[in-house]
């Protein structure tokens, strides 16, 4: 089996990486056709599987559309394995760099060089594409992979150590079951890159354990992504976007908006196109069966706590699509709510909510909303609705966030040829596109030295030759107190 059960402790951890490491040193690196093959397996294994993951997703959060599952994780990871699988050739190519005068008859170039075993810890929110895309880019670069599924939707995370131990020898991928224990141990090792997509907080402990071997990192985490409202366009194109982005997973997703920036003048309209846009998204209301759940008791609570905490601080809770006839049984069914008037002192304002629920804030000017962004931590992703493009181009300059979407939410990210990341409390570095290849390989610069090279010029003893050298790099000297004793001899 490939997959470690969670009573293991460090040692079998360290001995699976080391079974994968010897594997990497003691195999030639894959070449374009082995890594195309692997790519190929774990395609098909995703689609021979896609019944069983669609089943196991709903059975973890309590209820999850298999539509939502296809369109939100299974379409991402087939678009992201034909992605990589077609631009192989030109992301492994080497790439010539210039060479200085001095050096001229020499030749240099970058090569892409796997960096070797890869550890992924993904989350639960979207317990499958946030593994198979980390692990289908690793392959790509031509690691070997170490995989920590979250323990918080275990059904999926039994799905997947199945599936990858069906396509993949232990030495190639593996996967590690396990609790926050076992999360902790896998963090500690001495990977040659680490990347984890998670809450801000853990991704302090988890690049605090890294930094003990100087692992590289990329942390994909979260925050307050804004959604800006321009002036007049609180209207169904921009109602439907933001529903989408906002219920799509229950409100479970990192990119979601966080809260709504609005103009005062449209803040009323802006509550009414919401509800409208919610009923027709969901008919049925919360008990619909295109609607998910929360994912645990834990979360359900705390959410349910930042609502309470707005209300007694002054805030009016809008819940939009009840129907009390069409009562459910179903568990940890929270309807989607608005929460308008709230201040920076509710707690709503200070979390990432991860949720049905959207704070609505009121400006009266462009720059109050700048001004508002800047205040905060850089978000993981800024959301701007307006057709003035020098509003636009002025948000999008003076603000600084993971990445923008322009008159859409959370479409960036299925873009395969961006990169997708956060800056400073929102994340660290990016995978996805070019830059997701390059961040799991090495760039080895070489430099290859022709018969002839000035550079020679400058060994000692130091001359003539050398002070021609020196002034075709530096100019003739000037104001030095002996200049006088340089002779270019010439």
């Not at 979260?222 to 921009?238: C, D, F, L, M, W």
């Not at 409390?425 to 070489?446: L, N, Q, T």
Request: proline share 6%.
């Amino acid at each position: 089996m490939n997959a470690i059960a969670e009573p293991t402790v460090a040692r079998s951890l360290v001995s699976l990486l080391d079974l994968q490491r010897t594997a990497f040193l003691s195999q030639p690196v894959p070449d374009i056709g082995r890594r195309r093959r692997q790519l190929a397996r774990l395609r098909g294994a995703v689609l021979a599987y896609r019944h069983e993951i669609e089943t196991a997703i709903s059975a973890d959060f309590g209820n999850r559309s298999r539509h939502e599952t296809g369109i939100m994780e299974l379409a991402g990871i087939i678009q992201a394995i034909d992605y990589l699988s077609r631009k192989l050739p030109r992301f492994m190519k080497r790439e010539r760099r210039h060479v200085g005068f001095v050096y001229r008859s020499g030749q240099a170039y970058v090569e892409y060089q796997p960096k070797g075993i890869i550890g992924v810890m993904a989350p639960w929110n979207y317990p499958v594409s946030l593994n198979m895309i980390p692990l289908a880019t690793a392959l790509a670069a031509g690691n070997r992979v170490m995989l920590k599924p979250s323990e918080l939707t275990p059904r999926t995370s039994d799905v997947i150590s199945r599936m990858l131990t069906e396509i993949f020898a232990p030495e190639e991928v593996a996967v590690v079951l396990g609790g926050p224990e076992v999360g902790a141990e896998f963090s500690r090792l001495p990977f040659d890159h680490l990347l984890f997509t998670g809450s801000t907080q853990v991704g302090k402990k988890v690049m605090k354990a890294a930094s003990d071997h100087l692992v590289p990192l990329t942390l994909e985490l979260g925050g307050k992504s804004p959604v800006i409202v321009s002036r007049g366009h609180a209207n169904e194109q921009t109602m439907n976007s933001i529903v989408f982005g906002k219920l799509s997973n229950g409100g479970q997703t990192c990119v979601a908006p966080d809260y709504a920036l609005v103009h005062e003048d449209d803040r009323d309209r802006f509550v009414q196109a919401y509800m409208e846009t919610v009923a027709r998204f969901y008919p049925d209301g919360p008990t619909s069966d295109d609607y998910t759940s929360i994912v645990s008791d834990g979360h359900h609570a705390r959410l349910l706590d930042l609502v309470e905490d707005a209300r007694q601080k002054g805030a009016t809770v809008i819940k939009a699509g009840l129907h009390p006839e069409r009562a459910t049984t179903r568990v940890r069914t929270m309807p989607p709510t608005l929460v308008i008037g709230v201040s920076d002192g509710m707690k709503i304002m200070q979390e990432e909510i991860f949720g049905p629920i959207l704070p609505v804030r009121t400006y009266r000017a462009i720059g109050q909303v700048i001004d508002y962004v800047n205040s905060r931590d850089r978000p993981l992703a800024l959301y701007y609705f307006g057709s003035d493009i020098s509003e636009r181009d002025l948000v999008l300059q003076r603000t600084t966030s993971g990445n923008v979407g322009v008159n859409n939410t959370i479409m960036h990210v299925a873009q395969d040829d961006l990169p997708f990341g956060g800056i400073g409390p929102s994340g660290m570095g990016a995978y996805h596109g070019i830059e997701g290849f390059r961040a799991m390989s090495h760039a080895k610069g070489v430099f290859i030295q022709g018969r002839w090279s000035l550079g020679r010029l400058l060994h000692a003893p130091f001359g003539k030759l050398a002070a021609f050298a020196l002034t075709m790099t530096l100019g003739r000297p000037r104001n030095h107190p002996k200049d006088s004793q340089i002779k270019l001899g010439f």
